[in-house]
């Protein structure tokens, strides 16, 4: 969808399918009281009988002697926040109005966000327009194309915008493809998403600031990531370890952020195989390394001055006669040996690795992972926020700063010193399992046992990387959780 810009054509005049104009609670009737006397006080009738009231997300459609005019309400002033305008915007571009009318044109009048004061990064109709432009992406790869196809949106007029939105524009444009880019791979089932073919993708980023570099099992052997290849060895498909540099910095020596994506996409369970019930969804698992591809290629298109490292290590978790036993010992890059005792906690094996040799070719000045992790991270947090955990808490501030911002919450969760004890092993330096308590940190603080003193941060992602409900902008399947927050941490620390 293409978004024009247009001034001082008056709502009555503009040539389009359907005119948008939101509206508060506090409505007055000044701003559109031009268009209300065209249209013979349509619009003062429709709040003055409280048909309309302006309640949040609340939606009307009027014909008018002029056109199709779409009201949507904001809410009280006073209470609008980024979320509320993204929801209502999402609700507007996903109504029937204008899904599956031929609508092909709409045009957004802007005047009511210019006086909303929000304290965010943003301006009002950037949020509005973000929430729609989300609410937009479908997964039809599997669909039958139905056979009348009504027209689709296609573009957006904004009237009357007085806010510069060069760098919102610059914005929609790397960061809205790169989310739906993100939610594709994640929505995609296993046997079209193998490692072979994520590296692939991975691999169509490739460009003047970004190289792409995958590693074979034998390469992998080479670097000693026995942990990562012992999720690989019960499966057919050869796993994929990839590595992404993407080099925008003056510098290009600066030591780089480096992004872990656990990139499993397939979880079985191994050995410790799951249930049959819900197993079908363990095809997100390489959610994390999904949204890690969404960032390289948003910040490529923005060309962020900026160093990045990104690692997907990628494999199925299958059973076979080849697959890792419980009770089997392996050993990480760093050395250190690992005491496997259930094959489906699998995530923590790979990420090590990956993060592991991050740090050894590439000595990170931060270390970001996003894991579809835990069960136990939806019986914390349910489907609403990230757990984060990390060793670093100005890194962890920044984050929650990114979170409030993007509305991807971020949670943060302690990790004493005493979880430890938990996965203190009998015949390794440190087991896989920390039994049946606190499975959220524990699985945190294994990691942590592997990165030492780089700072660091763990987000586990396994609640909100896919959702069974229709969101208000964000319909069922991928959310592409990462992909606007991971790039507004980055903008927000190259300010
Ligand atoms: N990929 C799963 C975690 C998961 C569960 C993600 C549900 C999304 C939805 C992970 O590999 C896993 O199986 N974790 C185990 C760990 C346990 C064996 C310690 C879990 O959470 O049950
Ligand atoms: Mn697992
Ligand atoms: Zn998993």
Not at 469 to 493: E, F, Q, W
């Amino acid at each position: 969808m293409e978004i024009k810009f247009a001034k001082n054509i008056s709502l009555s005049e503009i040539k389009t399918d359907v005119l948008i104009l939101p509206f508060t609670e506090d409505y007055k009737g000044a701003v559109y009281s031009t268009l209300d006397k065209d249209t013979g006080g349509l619009i003062r009738r429709i709040i003055e009988t409280k048909e309309f009231t302006g309640k949040h997300t609340e939606l009307t459609l009027i014909h008018t002697k002029t056109g199709k005019v779409i009201l949507v309400g904001l809410g009280k002033a006073a209470e609008v926040t980024a979320e509320r305008l993204r929801r209502a915007g999402g609700k507007v571009f996903l109504s029937k109005y204008i899904k599956g009318h031929d609508v092909t044109s709409a045009a957004l009048s802007t005047a009511i966000f210019q006086e909303q004061k929000l304290g965010a990064r943003h301006t009002a109709v950037f949020y509005f327009i973000e929430g729609g432009l989300l609410s937009r992406y479908e997964f039809k790869r599997y669909k039958k194309p139905e056979k009348e196809q009504p027209n689709d949106l296609k573009t957006l007029t904004l009237l009357d915008c007085r806010a510069d939105l060069g760098d919102e524009m610059k914005w929609f444009d790397a960061v809205i493809p790169a989310v739906s880019f993100t939610r594709d791979l994640v929505n995609t089932p296993s046997s079209d998403m193998t490692p072979a073919i994520l590296a692939e993708a991975a691999k169509s980023l490739s460009g003047k600031r970004v190289k792409v570099k995958v590693l074979d099992a034998e390469a992998s052997k080479k670097e000693g990531m026995w942990s990562y290849l012992s999720v690989a060895k019960g499966s057919v498909e050869p796993p994929k370890f990839i590595v992404i540099e993407y080099k925008g910095g003056k510098d290009s020596k600066k030591a780089p952020v480096a992004i872990i994506g656990k990139s499993i996409t397939f979880d079985s369970g191994g050995i410790s195989l799951k249930p049959a019930d819900g197993m079908e969804k363990m095809k997100y698992d390489m959610a994390g390394g999904a949204a890690t591809l969404g960032i390289i290629k948003a910040v490529a298109a923005l060309s962020l001055p900026i160093n990045i490292v990104a690692v997907l290590p990628a494999t199925e978790n299958m059973p076979s006669g080849s697959a890792t036993r419980p009770g089997d010992v392996v050993t990480a890059i760093t050395g250190k040996t690992i005491e496997i005792l259930n094959t489906d906690a699998e995530g923590r094996l790979v990420l090590v690795d990956a993060i592991g040799y991050a740090i050894k070719h590439y000595k990170p000045a931060v270390v970001i992972d996003m894991a579809t992790l835990t069960g136990a991270c939806s019986i914390a947090l349910g489907n609403e926020a990230a757990a984060m955990m990390g060793n670093n808490e100005s890194l962890m501030d920044d984050l929650k700063k990114a979170s409030a911002e993007t509305y991807e919450r971020v949670w943060q969760m302690p990790l004493y010193e005493e979880f430890k004890d938990y996965l203190k092993s009998d015949v390794a330096d440190i087991k896989n399992i920390g039994g049946r308590t606190g499975g959220l940190i524990t699985a945190a603080y294994f990691i942590s046992e592997f990165v030492t003193d780089t700072p660091w941060v763990h987000l586990d992602i396994a609640s909100t990387a896919f959702t069974d409900k229709d969101k208000p902008y964000l319909c069922k399947g991928a959310t592409g959780i990462g992909v606007r927050l991971i790039m507004n941490y980055l903008l927000n620390s190259n300010d």
